[in-house]
């Protein structure tokens, strides 16, 4: 099966042999062919150029070729969304509204509402209900744009629950068109029964919980909450420790509630990156710039939990990349929606449309381990591309925040 997508307005992100990230200056580079074609062949970039020199018999021994005329629409790599969480039992609309009244996250989870809330349905919810749910959002998301998402587990907190949300993650892999990365997140809250020994539940995850998930191949990556009043650089030395030696690299939570050491404890391990960085200062900025370690925002979170802001521009400013991921949660950003995300790092983060472009695909594609397959048009990578409505050019994108400009998506080059 081959499609051939013609006439294009504006192919965007076109990388003949991209580097693994755009750091720095370098991000506001973007690579578009005005008036193009792109082929698409056996779910790969065949190739790609000028209108002009397109060659209809390049392309006679194709088994099937359906063309698709792209007049007046741009054809962008689908966005990689590089940290979610979209395994949960349900929302927490209530929380919401507590958070309107006035409560912070934290007094929510200290009254063991929040990760914990969702814990306790989760428990309750059968493993096939949870597939459903996560499936509807999964979808829901491809729809958006999305085309490779990580997932992390973290609402079970006990061995069981935990295994049983990596399973569902698993069946993801499978049943829907998205490439999928799968995170386990054992250490993502404490739960009630361990608050007064919180070394304790470490240990179960450590001893219990890691042995059990490599064990059985459930995860990619390991990802621990370190911040105040969740688990501390100790716990999360430890615990990314013992993932190291059962091969699962960190992508780890780090300072979004204040100047923890998470970022430095990350950066220790090697992380693949390190999220949120709410609270960055000049020593977390020059601990990233040794290191191999994708500093990853989630706008979604700070816009929905009303959080000071992650210094976007002064990271950039210092030659680091930046990521720009959903967070996709049911506590502190219930949306998957990567166009509004861009928006948002356009709006509140002053980042030009070209970083944002780069900071949801070639870099989030680097910050889930997708860099070689995903996130730029480049011939041999997964045909993952979505066809917009007719737009003017890419700037409308992030400009638009509100309105639903995809118009057609394809995955591993299909239509769905
Ligand atoms: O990334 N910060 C930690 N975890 C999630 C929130 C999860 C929840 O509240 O359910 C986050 O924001
Ligand atoms: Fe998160």
């Known amino acids: ?136 959002r999964a979808i829901e998301i491809a729809g958006l744009g999305t085309g490779a998402a990580e997932i992390k587990s973290g609402y079970g907190l006990n061995t069981e629950d935990e295994m049983k949300m990596l399973r569902v993650i698993r069946r993801l892999k499978y049943e829907t068109p998205l490439t999928i990365k799968s995170t386990f997140l054992g250490a993502h809250a404490i739960p009630m029964e361990y608050k007064a020994d919180q070394t304790k539940y470490v240990d179960l995850v450590i001893n219990e919980m890691i042995p059990q998930v490599a064990g059985e191949g459930l995860a990619d990556y390991i990802d621990v909450f370190c911040d105040k009043g969740f688990f501390t650089v100790e716990d999360t030395d430890r615990i990314l420790m013992t993932g190291m030696k059962y091969g699962l690299k960190p992508k780890i939570h780090a300072n979004e509630l204040g100047l923890t050491g998470g970022i430095q404890v990350g950066v220790k391990y090697g992380a693949l990156s390190v999220d949120h960085l709410e609270f960055v200062g000049d020593e977390e900025i020059a601990v990233l710039k040794g290191s191999e370690t994708m500093p990853t925002i989630l706008p979604g979170a700070a816009f929905f939990l009303g959080m000071q802001l992650s210094p976007a521009r002064k990271m950039m400013e210092a030659g680091l990349p930046v990521a720009l991921a959903s967070d996709y949660n049911p506590g502190s950003s219930p949306s998957g929606n990567m166009k509004f995300v861009q928006s948002l790092g356009c709006i509140k983060y002053k980042m030009l449309p070209e970083e944002v472009i780069n900071a949801t695909t070639i870099n989030t594609a680097y910050a889930m381990g997708v860099d070689e397959c995903l996130g730029t048009i480049t011939r041999g990578k997964k045909a993952n591309v979505f066809i917009t409505k007719e737009v003017s050019c890419y700037e409308f994108l992030p400009y638009a925040y509100g309105s639903d400009l995809i118009d057609t998506v394809i995955l591993n080059g299909e239509v769905i």
């Not at 192919?11 to 792109?38: C, H, T, W």
């Not at 969480?85 to 958070?99: C, G, L, N």
């Not at 929040?114 to 949870?130: M, R, W, Y």
């Open 1 to 136: 099966m081959s499609l051939l997508l013609t006439n294009i307005k504006q192919l965007i992100q076109v990388e003949d042999s991209p580097n693994r990230y755009k750091a720095g200056e370098e991000m506001k580079k973007l690579s578009v062919i005005e008036n193009a074609f792109l082929y698409i062949d056996e779910g790969k970039i065949d190739d790609y150029g000028l209108m002009d020199d397109l060659d209809y018999d390049q392309f006679a021994e194709a088994d099937v070729l359906e063309e698709i005329n792209c007049s007046g629409k741009l054809v962008c790599p689908s966005y990689c969304d590089s940290h979610t969480h979209i395994v949960y039992p349900s929302s927490r609309e209530k929380e919401f509204v507590d958070k309107i009244n006035g409560l912070s996250y934290e007094e929510i989870a200290r009254r063991g509402g929040g990760i914990l809330n969702s814990a306790k349905l989760l428990h309750e919810t059968s493993e096939d209900e949870l597939f459903d749910q996560a499936f509807e």
